[in-house]
């Protein structure tokens, strides 16, 4: 008995119970279409933290500090520059507030740094000038803009040498960035730059709590992070008052964290199909006891237990795999949607189309089982009397 | 061609053992027209699940085609089944789903025939029943008479030498009856082996052999 006949047969078979095939399949494509949509969007986020992460400059070292009573100042810094490993240091602040430009308003983040901000975050200057230790110094109100900013304020003014006011206080624009591909952590282009000490003084802020270095190369990075961690626990006493993170570190971190999202998310939808899968099991064992005459008339013609045993499973694998199909298709439709929704980038997961589609016809073998098998043992004699 | 020796059948029941047949004996020629006429409970279904390999003897033993059949396994029943048996019910027992011409395809699917053999021979089968203008019909658009001449029809796709009909005309009337009768006599005539089993004493006149069979066991073995 050919493959092409039962799988005939079984479409045979659904059509005539359209209403049941149909519920009996949602459970495969809900939990399919979930597999697939979750297991999508997760890589796409991590895809995107990973590149905006890569994005930051090379060899970076991110500086946390946690103590409330040892405080980070502005002279720290040239004494973190001044560590063996260390390329230049940056202080950061980030606020997010109002920026107006005469009618025009816009929010977003004003970053603090100093002369090394720009390098550090791979920002280039497009027109006019960067941030020099002289603003530092001086604290002079002066800001570099990006070029959603820009468009967000100026529409087609020329920025330069405008003044545009932070919360009330007036900064004069002295530079524009070159664009910048956008990341999952946000407009790269809709940025403030700003010399730390000048945000510093308008917010009264006294302490740096958050620090970027570079090391001089990928190489030197470890010996850099090493430094600067000894420097800080003289400088703090303990190690729980700061946190060092190298890039790499902070990348396999990500990468753990969403991988272990992804594992999670999937196997929620993994749960799901497998109550599809026993939602086809029970409704196999319905089909089996309703056609127990038909298997009767079958094996009183001719077929065997293995035909019956196969006739079934096909009948309970075809409609789990059709079921996985739609599924598929509409978890790609849906998670190209949403990433593109998302701002992220949508990442065709083809292991996990193909492992979704597998297992969900491994579930209608694996369910479809015990209800083929039941109908393959039925007595011919006892089936044919069945009514 | 079938050869019943001291073959007993026993139900068990739970508490009680029901003996539907005690030690029947009965041997068919080639080509030789049977029939077995009874009431109702006489063990003659038994006896002809037994003779059609559907079930298996308790005790005793059964040839068929010179082969002892009552160790075989149910693969090998089925296979037995598929090639020497054709049956024809008394409630035509046709698949609903399939077409007419689907119906007489399936014992020659699971003969493992190939797509143009079994063409070939179904619609020459059917066409030999007279219905070559209602293969693409399911049984529920055919009537009572046309519906067992396809379960006939069914039962000779595959050429077996023996046919086995339960109670054919039961489920008929009259006219339908007779037509189908008729078939049977032809085909009889051409040298198959029928076995036809009925409580109508009339009906088993149309074989050149009858023997009863009351409570299990067979008299008028003549």
Redesign the interface.
Known sequence: MNIRNIIKMAFQSFLSNKLRTFLTMLGIIIGVFAVVVLISIGQGATKGVTESISSMGANIINVNVFDRKQVMKLKDMDKLASLQGVKSVTPVYSVSTTVKYDLEKARVAINGGNENYMKINNYEIDAGRVITPVDVDYRNRVAIIGRTTADKLFDAENPLDKEISVDGIKYTVVGILKEKESNLMGDSNDTVIVPVTSLMRQYNLTQINSIVLQANSAEESALAKENVQGYLLDRFGNKDSFMVLSQDEMLSILKEVTGMLTIMLGGIAGISLLVGGIGIMNIMLVTVTERTREIGIRKAIGAGRGNILVQFLIESSVMSGVGGLIGVVLGILTSYLITGAMGIRYVTGIPVILGALIFSLFVGIFFGLYPANKASKFKPVDALRYE | MIDLKNVTKTYDMGAVEVKALRGVTLHVDEGEFLSIIGPSGSGKSTLM?II?C??LPTSGEYYLDGKEISTYD??QL??I???KIG?V?QKF???P??SALENVE??L????MSYKDRMRKSIETLERVGLGDRMSHKPTELSGGQQQRVAIA??LA?NPPVLLADEPTGNLDSKSGQDVLALIQELSREGKTIVLITHNAEISKEAKRTVAIIDGQLVDNG
Do not use: C, S, T
């Not at chain 2, 699917?109 to 493992?112: M, S, T």
């Open positions: 699940n059609g559907l079930d149910e693969k089925a296979k089944r598929n090639q049956f019910f027992n046709l698949l789903k399939l399936l014992p699917i699971y003969r493992g069914r039962a595959g």
